[in-house]
């Protein structure tokens, strides 16, 4: 389980999760009415599920007062950014088992 929260007032404004079934690779989100925090926890969801090959659970919200688009262009750039991060961390722990049945995403 992923948690990403910021801004003056963190809060659950988004929770994605994303599973395995029969080898191929399941998500569903439930996004709180007028959020956007989707774009980000769908991302990291869907990025760290496929990379470690298990269930992953992610509940973002971030809030930040009279941002601009720049701003929150700014925000997902500097949320890709902490993803890559954390995926290069991942890349280095060898205990995590691997499923072998997953199917490429279409």
């Known amino acids: 389980m992923v948690e990403i929260r910021g801004g003056c007032r963190p809060h659950i404004g988004c929770i994605s999760t994303c599973w ?3 080898g191929e690779m399941k998500f569903e989100k439930l996004l709180l009415p007028e ?3 989707d ?3 769908d991302r990291f969801s869907k990025a760290l599920a496929r990379q470690l090959h298990t269930t992953v659970c992610v509940v973002c919200g971030i809030h930040y007062d009279g941002v601009s688009k720049d701003d929150i262009a700014e925000i997902v750039a500097e949320t890709e950014r902490m993803l890559f991060s954390l995926q290069r961390e991942l890349c280095q722990c060898d205990s ?5 049945e997953e199917k490429p995403e279409s």
């Open 96 to 100: 995590m088992p691997k499923r072998k």
């Open 39 to 41: 774009v980000i926890g």
């Open 20 to 22: 395995f079934e029969k």
């Open 35 to 37: 959020h956007r925090d």
